[in-house]
């Protein structure tokens, strides 16, 4: 296992992911807590413990609170050394494992269309289409997000988002990808008929801002803009743990033992 090595992986390894919170969390503050319980006690250590050693490369939760329930419970992007290799490890006995547990803690059932499924996709290149629901990363450069500075922003529209609302938000991505500030090596977005979440990384410090979304920021209400602090996971899933120290709208970037990769 490695911790300070960097492993940089292409800007298409990582599950862009978006969870809603299973029925049984739903409809009280109570049963909010316990679902965020669980997420610190259990489901976010759990998941850098047991995909580490299958190639997990970076884990960046966060857990949301914002009173929309069409807005997530929880988003985050799970970074592995490639594709091939998240979809290896979801066929080992501890990658099923810990797929089934996702069942437990989530909402995945489509029965009710008021009620959000969740979801996790891979993303493409952005082009000349930001559709909607559908991840996008913006540069072919192979990034490690474990270091540096993530940002995250997440917004919430003041009307159902309209095809003038996205194409406001495509032409300011586009924007940032033929010139980016200076720094900025990696972003990831995703746009929903309610919200719009971006993570932009950098070297060393957040480089991309809900400012920076010139034409579309004031059709939005900034729910989350904020630095990704780390936070330390045990190695091991025998080591004793109350729950990790994360609060509602604090993303983090879990830092864990990374298995080496071969030279």
Same mark, same amino acid.
């Given at each position: 296992?490695?911790?300070?090595?960097?492993?940089?992986?292409?800007?298409?390894?990582?599950?862009?992911?978006? =969870?809603?919170?299973?029925?049984?969390?739903?409809?009280?503050?109570?049963? $909010?807590?316990?679902?965020?319980?669980?997420?610190?006690?259990?489901?976010?250590?759990?998941?850098?413990?047991?995909?580490?050693?299958?190639?997990?490369? $970076?884990?960046?939760?966060?857990?949301?609170?914002?009173?929309?329930?069409?807005?997530?419970?929880?988003?985050?992007?799970?970074?592995?050394?490639?594709? &091939?290799?998240?979809?290896? $490890?979801?066929?080992?006995?501890?990658?099923?494992?810990?797929?089934?547990?996702? =069942?437990?803690?989530?909402?995945?059932?489509?029965?009710?269309?008021?009620?959000?499924?969740?979801?996790?996709?891979?993303? &493409?290149?952005?082009?000349?289409?930001?559709?909607?629901?559908?991840?996008?990363?913006?540069?072919?450069? &192979?990034?490690?997000?474990?270091?540096? $500075?993530?940002?995250?922003?997440?917004?919430?529209?003041?009307?159902?988002?309209?095809?003038?609302?996205?194409?406001?938000?495509?032409?300011?991505?586009?924007?940032?990808?033929?010139?980016?500030?200076?720094?900025?090596?990696?972003?990831?977005?995703?746009?929903?008929?309610?919200?719009?979440?971006?993570?932009?990384?950098?070297?060393?410090?957040?480089?991309?801002?809900?400012?920076?979304?010139? =034409?579309?920021?004031?059709?939005?209400?900034?729910?989350?803009?904020?630095?990704?602090?780390?936070?330390?996971?045990?190695?091991?899933?025998?080591?004793?743990?109350?729950?990790?120290?994360?609060?509602?709208?604090?993303?983090?970037?879990?830092?864990?033992?990374?298995?080496?990769?071969?030279?």
């Amino acid at each position: 296992m490695d911790i300070e090595t960097h492993i940089k992986v292409a800007p298409d390894a990582v599950r862009v992911w978006r =969870g809603f919170m299973a029925e049984r969390y739903r409809g009280s503050e109570k049963g $909010a807590a316990k679902f965020r319980q669980a997420l610190c006690e259990v489901f976010i250590p759990l998941t850098a413990q047991a995909m580490a050693p299958l190639g997990l490369t $970076a884990y960046q939760p966060t857990i949301l609170s914002d009173g929309d329930p069409l807005v997530p419970d929880e988003i985050a992007l799970v970074f592995y050394e490639s594709g &091939e290799t998240y979809k290896t $490890a979801s066929k080992a006995t501890l990658g099923k494992a810990y797929g089934m547990l996702h =069942g437990n803690v989530f909402n995945f059932s489509r029965a009710d269309e008021a009620v959000p499924w969740s979801t996790s996709a891979f993303p &493409e290149k952005l082009g000349d289409e930001l559709a909607p629901d559908k991840p996008y990363y913006l540069f072919d450069e &192979e990034v490690d997000w474990y270091h540096g $500075a993530t940002e995250l922003y997440v917004g919430a529209w003041h009307e159902p988002v309209n095809q003038d609302s996205l194409h406001c938000v495509r032409e300011a991505l586009t924007g940032l990808q033929g010139d980016p500030p200076a720094g900025l090596d990696g972003l990831i977005a995703v746009a929903s008929p309610r919200y719009l979440i971006i993570w932009s990384h950098g070297a060393d410090e957040p480089v991309c801002e809900s400012g920076l979304l010139a =034409g579309a920021e004031d059709r939005l209400r900034t729910v989350v803009c904020k630095q990704a602090r780390p936070i330390d996971v045990p190695d091991s899933m025998w080591d004793q743990l109350c729950a990790l120290d994360i609060d509602v709208n604090d993303p983090v970037n879990t830092r864990f033992p990374r298995r080496r990769l071969p030279t």
